[in-house]
Each structure stands twice: as C-alpha cells, then as structure tokens.
C-alpha cells in the first residue's frame, strides 16, 4: 500500500513537472511572440540592411535632419503627435486673426512624399528603453539602430497646473485657434452682457510673460483695438478694453540689451499696454488674476507665455535629465552614456564657456545642432571622429507692430521700419513651401494697406449627441 502511494506521489510530480516546462516553454514563446508583434506594431517595412534611424519630433530640428538625411544608407523613421510642421514664431498672428492657420502648416507627408525608404506615423514616443534598442509609443513599440531626439519644448507653469487649465498658451496650431475664438469670442460676449463689470473682465487681456512671446501678442492686441474692433464692435466702448503685459524681470525682453528693452517698452506704452514688471503671478481662479504683491486683476482672458520645460522622453536614467527636464548631452549631441541616442533643439542642456547654463531655447541652436548631427552621422559610418557643436549666435530679432521691431546682431542693433522689414523678410523666408509664402504675404499686405484683416472667423467643434 506504502509502495502504491510513492508511486502514485511519483507519477503526480512528474506530470507536474512536465505541465510546468510545457507552460514555461509556451509563455517564452508567446513572449518572443509579442515581442516581435511589438516591433512590427507600427507596421514599418523590413530594413532591407540599412540602419534604422528614428527621429522623434518634426520641428525644425527635426525637420531639417529630415530633409538632409540620405535614405541610401537609412532607412528613416519620423514620429511626431502631428502630421504637420508648424513655423512657431508666427503663432501669435493666427491667434489674432493675422494670418490662417494653413499658411505656417506644412504636412509631413508632401514634404516628404518622394522620398524612398522613409516613413512617417503619426504617434506620440512615450519611453524609450535603451538596453533593448526600443522605442514605446502610443501605437506600439518601435526597434531603432540610431534614436534622435528632438521633441521641443512645451509651456512652462512652474508646477501651478491649475493654471494651465484656465489659461491661454501658445505653443501650437491648435492653441492659436483656440485662442482666435476666444479672443473674438470675448467681444462677442462683451457687446451682449448688460453687466458692466463682466464686460470689462471679458474686454481685459493680460499677457504673462515678457518676452518676445509675450511682446508680439501685445503689439497685435494693440493694433486690433486700433484698426480693428471698432469697427466690428461699434456698439462698444472699445476704449474700455484693457491689455496687461506682466513680466517677473526688471525689463522686458531680457535677453536683448537694455536698449531694445526701453525702445519696445516706450513703443508698447504709447499704444496704451499695461506693462507690470517684477510681478509674479501666485494664482488665477474665478476670473481674478492674483499677483505677488496681493494686488488683482479681473479679467477672463490670460495668456501664459513665461516659460518653457523640455518634452524630453522618459526611461533614460535620472543623471541623463538636466535644468527644465532637459537632456545633458555632450558636445557631439549624444545623449550621456547612450552613443546611439541623440538630441538636439530645445530639449538638449549642452554646456560650453560661452554658454555655461546650455543654449537659448530658440530656432538656430536646433537647426544648426541638426546641420551638425548630419556630418557627425557620415562621419560615424566612415570611422571618423565627431565634430563638436559650436553655436554661432546669428543674432535676436523681435516685432512689436506695424513698423516696427527690433534687431540685435553681434555689434549692430537697430530698430523701428528697417528692423520690422528685416523681420518679415526673415521670416517670409523660413516658411516651409512657396505657397505658404504667397499666402502671408498676400495677407500681410492686405493688413498693411487696407487695416483690415480677414480672417476674424470663429470655428466652434461641433458638438454631438
């Protein structure tokens, strides 16, 4: 009877012990399995040999990396949240109504629509894990021989998100938008309340933030009372409306010279701006501005341009994040300890004697990091030592109105007419596609000389059921 029992006891852990190798063997193989359904998800074509190299963000960074790459040798993978690079500096003018939305918008996929070996999926990149040579994203998991990334930057709210959800940023088509229709909107409001203390929060604009972002949408609030409202809104007493430029430094414009501070502060004054320096806002609820210094303001209308925090992907380790969720990369634009990940543009903390708290987060650093990176890539598959990245600072430029702006070059400064006819011809220049080109032109003339832009038109999302 003892016997059977062993035996029985016997037989019963061997039939265990081959259920689990056999369930063991099964999970490893439906983990190799979704592993390679992972790498597949996106659908992306077999290499056929080439290195694949994955750039994430189609700003200008990554946008002119794009363009130069070669897809003889790669086979090139762009990623962005959009299906259209968007000329960020011109932002402001579609939030008020200067230009249209299309007109700084390029689709990817006509930039690129003769290129071989290049492909472009519209996703958002949310971890990379370096050990695997992987990719996450919000439409699955991407293998990668080289990773670049140039994901930019997005509004800064000093750790108040409330704020962000109250507020009017401008960082995006959809943002500027979103603040056209609330911009009009407002007046729309305004001009049908009978309460006078409602019709002046609807027709008071503050603006955070006095830098160039901050200056620009001032300016053109500025002219629209000037030119425009009142004869959209003759019903109301536009003299009423109230447009507050609030900056926490000393001046505006910090990052120019002193003179180009006073210049855009004199210009801005005489066209009856608020302008509250070392104010830093605390609080915005209940359509009431809160300042530093207790005092208040009520107003429905508040954009939030003071700063700017790095969309640096997640997963890399914790020493790899600088100041601002920046990457600390090394002069070369390798992000430490990774030599197959790189980042350039806005997201990137380099270091150097001239700039010892890493570059300005603007256009040309990106674009030249890009010009850079193309070189260092060759120079890679020919054995070659990397070059370093060396800024060349082509100057600052900032517009404040009809007629006039304000250029800093490296011993020149000027402003007034000539300054604003630099600044359009350079950024005429910069649109992507030479429609685009004709088309702000044609709107910009049209503003200049008739004092009437076209494109007041509210485009509410329709709503279902």
């Not at 265990?16 to 359904?37: A, D």
């Not at 259209?84 to 700084?104: C, K």
Request: aromatic content about 10%.
């Amino acid at each position: 009877m003892f016997s059977f029992l062993l035996i029985l006891c016997l037989d019963i852990l061997k039939c265990l012990f081959i259920e689990l190798s056999f369930v063991r063997k099964c999970f490893f193989i439906i983990n190799k399995e979704q592993l390679e359904k992972m790498k597949t998800a996106m659908n992306i074509p077999d290499k056929e040999g080439r290195k694949r190299l994955v750039i994430v963000g189609g700003g200008f960074g990554g946008l002119k990396l794009a363009r130069k790459l070669k897809s003889d040798k790669y086979q090139i993978i762009l990623l962005d949240k959009n299906n259209h690079h968007t000329f960020q500096p011109l932002l402001y003018q579609v939030a008020t109504a200067g230009i249209e939305p299309s007109a700084i918008s390029f689709p990817f996929r006509k930039i690129f629509k003769k290129r071989t070996h290049f492909h472009i999926r519209i996703c958002e990149a949310q971890r990379v894990i370096p050990k695997d040579a992987l990719l996450e994203t919000s439409i699955g998991t991407l293998a990668y021989d080289y990773l670049i990334i140039a994901t930019g930057c997005d509004t800064n709210y000093f750790g108040n998100d409330d704020i962000g959800k109250q507020t009017m940023a401008l960082k995006n088509t959809s943002e500027a938008l979103f603040n056209r229709n609330q911009i009009l909107e407002s007046f729309e409001q305004a001009q049908n309340t009978g309460n006078k203390e409602e019709r002046k929060r609807l027709m008071t604009f503050a603006i955070v933030g006095g830098g160039a972002t901050g200056i620009e949408p001032a300016g053109a609030l500025a002219e629209m009372r000037k030119f425009v409202l009142p004869q959209d809104y003759p019903d109301l007493n536009i003299n009423e409306m109230r447009i507050i430029l609030i900056d926490g430094s000393p001046r505006l414009l910090s990052a120019f010279s002193e003179a180009s501070s006073q210049e855009v502060a004199a210009y801005l004054r005489k066209r009856n701006v608020e302008i509250r320096l070392n104010a830093r806002v605390v609080n915005y609820e209940n359509n009431r501005l809160t300042l530093g210094d207790a005092s208040t303001i009520e107003t429905k209308n508040v954009f939030w341009v003071a700063g700017v925090k790095a969309n640096s992907l997640q997963g890399l380790p914790p020493e790899a994040y600088g100041p601002g969720n920046r990457l600390k990369v090394d002069s070369c634009n390798r992000v430490y300890g990774h030599p197959d990940i790189f980042a350039i543009g806005d997201t990137v903390f380099m270091t150097s004697a001239d700039y010892p708290k890493g570059h300005p987060q603007v256009v040309q650093p990106a674009i030249q990091q890009a010009g850079n990176l193309i070189k260092n890539l060759q120079r890679m598959e020919e054995g070659l030592p990397l070059r370093p990245f060396i800024y060349h600072n082509k100057g600052s430029m900032a517009t404040i109105g009809r007629n006039h702006a304000v250029v800093e070059l490296k011993k020149l400064r000027f402003g007034g007419f000539p300054a604003w006819a630099v600044w359009l011809f350079i950024h005429l220049m910069s649109i992507a596609g030479v429609k685009n080109r004709l088309f702000i032109f044609f709107d910009w003339m049209w503003s200049y000389f008739t004092y009437d832009p076209s494109l007041r038109i509210i485009i509410k999302p329709l709503k279902r059921n």
